[in-house]
């Protein structure tokens, strides 16, 4: 009588030994053959990502340079010249020399004449005397402007008369 070992229940296929190195990829990736009646995965297409990108970032400059560009337009913080306040008019005082004393009358014509010429309506103007034209003096004017009564910074600019007028009340000119 001869007694043969029990076989384990389970045991592996063993497969041909390839010099070590895992299965490779077949027709149909990841170490399967591809099923039969269908076509093998193409692989992905070199530079598609690339252009992709490209595309994405040429975007994204457009419209940073369309923001900007929008920022110049409306006086954002780029604004030109020097990104003056939204409700600031430019003005000039007729007949001011550096260092010469100006009129309240002076300023006020020449403030009525700066909201005029933006289309306001300005039917009073009361602006104190400036002791000495200099760049940097500011003088507080009241008025009155489509019917509203306003306060307005004129501040000069330029020691020849040159201002910017700067609403302080929120009415509008």
Known sequence: M???????????PQQPSSGGLPPQPGPGGYGWPAPSG???AAPPAPG???AITAIVLSVLALLASLAA???L?????LA???GMPPMALMGQIEGAKPGARVSGGAIGAAVQSAIREDGGSVTAVQCPDIAALAEGSVAMCSLTADGLNEKVLV??????GEFVLVELDAGGF
């Open 69 to 71: 560009l929008g920022s």
């Open 80 to 82: 030109l010249g020097g």
């Open 73 to 77: 337009a409306f006086g954002g913080p």
């Open 38 to 40: 269908y076509p093998a």
């Open 155 to 160: 501040v000069l600019e330029h020691p020849t």
């Open 2 to 12: 001869s007694i043969t070992p029990p076989s384990p229940p389970f045991q592996q």
């Open 48 to 50: 598609r990502s690339l």
